[in-house]
């Protein structure tokens, strides 16, 4: 979508547009790298945190969902050894596949991460095509690994369990990509259940559902222009203080802390602060889910932006002034940052009759910035059962 363009997509339940961006997967394979072996296909959906953020790595809790934007993958033999990639014009091919940060590695990253698995994966040619925009907080770079796995077993015929797909997504991500990531994204996407919130215990690994009751309200998304990086040296240093922060407190998991912030050194206090406040919300908010109450939920959203903000200090000038302005929309329920923050998206709870204002107002704030309706879409357990279970 582009930047001030009217018609923001506001579609009741469209997924699954699977097919359709496999389809051109498969076209994209073939218009890069020529006729070849059959392709096989992955699709796997970006993901919003409803509450419970920069929690996961330390053992959190987490309110998150799939969402009908996502990420298709075709994949097929090589004919001559070679690995090679295509995404968005971009293309890979190497000799091997290698540890580096472009989206090609990602799909490579696929591969080497189910070597434990001993399926024989040959060289493989790879396309992606997406509606799941990038960079932008919505777990686009779980999305591409999760999507190339799914292809990669439909290829080879093979099957994992849910555990061991978190696990090979994880591997790509963490070990092989290099990014420090907690689990919320890998387990949003192949736990999510349609219509419904996840509720994730990362101390546990854990899931349970939460109703997302009503077409009444709807979940928008804006994206700020600002590049989010999860790589980066800001994502890192909060997860080394969250995790010295339970190491100080002799917590095993950060849902332990409570209180107990008050006793840390000053200087991990917002820390910890966010954590406990975070923790508290997740699980007000399963309450409010199930009370069908939003507008507890909407002060939720709102308390996890300020807690996200002055606490963890992950937010910008930018997503503070769009979550502003969706507040300020008559039938928004709340708003916040949503992912690892540094830029990235906004999401907003709203009454449905106001999202195309909310949307407006959220994008208005940036020429950058574009916007979507999303809704809560079934994860890579119902959507590849065929291959996942
Ligand atoms: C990114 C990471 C997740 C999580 C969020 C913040 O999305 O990949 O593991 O830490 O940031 O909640």
């Known amino acids: 979508m582009n930047t001030k363009s009217p018609g923001f997509r506001s579609v009741a339940w469209r997924y699954p547009a699977a097919g359709v961006l496999e389809d051109l997967a498969i076209r994209t394979l073939e218009a890069e790298f020529g006729g070849g072996p059959r392709a096989a296909t992955g699709t ?7 509450v419970g953020e920069h929690v996961d790595y330390v053992g959190g809790l987490v309110a998150c969902m ?44 696929a591969a080497l991460a189910l070597q434990p698995y001993d399926l024989r994966v040959p060289a ?32 080879t015929s ?22 420090p990531c907690g689990q919320l994204d890998q387990r949003a996407i192949v736990h999510s259940r349609a219509r419904s919130v996840l509720i994730l215990n990362c101390a546990t690994g854990g899931t349970q559902s939460a109703p997302w009751p009503s077409s009444d309200v709807n979940m928008v998304v804006a994206t700020s222009g600002e ?59 399963v309450s409010a889910l199930e009370a069908g109450d939003f507008r507890s939920l909407g002060r939720i959203l709102d308390a996890s932006h300020e807690s996200l903000r002055a606490d963890c200090e992950v937010s910008t000038a930018r997503l503070n002034a769009m979550s502003a302005a969706a507040r300020a929309v008559p039938g928004c329920y709340g708003a ?25 107002a959220m994008t208005d704030v940036s020429r950058e910035s574009s916007g979507w309706s999303v809704h809560p879409a079934p994860g890579l357990e119902v959507s590849a059962a065929d291959v996942i279970g």
Do not use: K
Request: aromatic share 4%; with cysteine; glycine share 10%.
């Open 44 to 50: 796997a959906p970006g993901r919003v945190t409803l």
């Open 66 to 109: 799939a969402i009908d934007l996502s990420v298709a993958v075709a994949v097929r033999p090589a004919q001559d050894g070679w690995w090679r990639a295509t995404s968005a014009g971009r293309r890979v091919e190497r000799s091997q596949p290698a540890m580096a940060c472009d989206v090609g590695d990602r799909l490579f990253a």
């Open 124 to 155: 493989l040619e790879m396309a992606v095509e997406a509606d799941l925009p990038e960079s932008v907080g919505l777990s686009s770079s779980a999305a591409v690994i999760l999507a190339a796995l799914v292809a990669t077993l439909r290829l």
């Open 158 to 179: 093979a099957r994992l369990t849910p555990e061991q797909l978190v696990t090979a997504a994880l591997v790509g991500e963490r070990e092989i990509v290099g990014v």
């Open 227 to 285: 590049h989010h990086d999860v790589g980066g040296a800001e994502y890192r240093a909060r997860r080394e203080a969250a995790e010295r922060a339970c190491a100080i407190l002799g917590v095993s998991n950060c849902q332990e802390i409570g209180g107990r912030w008050r006793e840390l050194p000053s200087a991990l206090q917002p820390c910890g602060r966010h954590i406990a406040t975070e923790t508290r919300r997740t699980g007000a908010a």
């Open 336 to 360: 916040r940052l949503v992912g690892a923050g540094f830029g990235g998206s906004v999401i907003a709870l709203v009454e449905s009759g106001a999202t195309e204002h909310c949307l407006r």
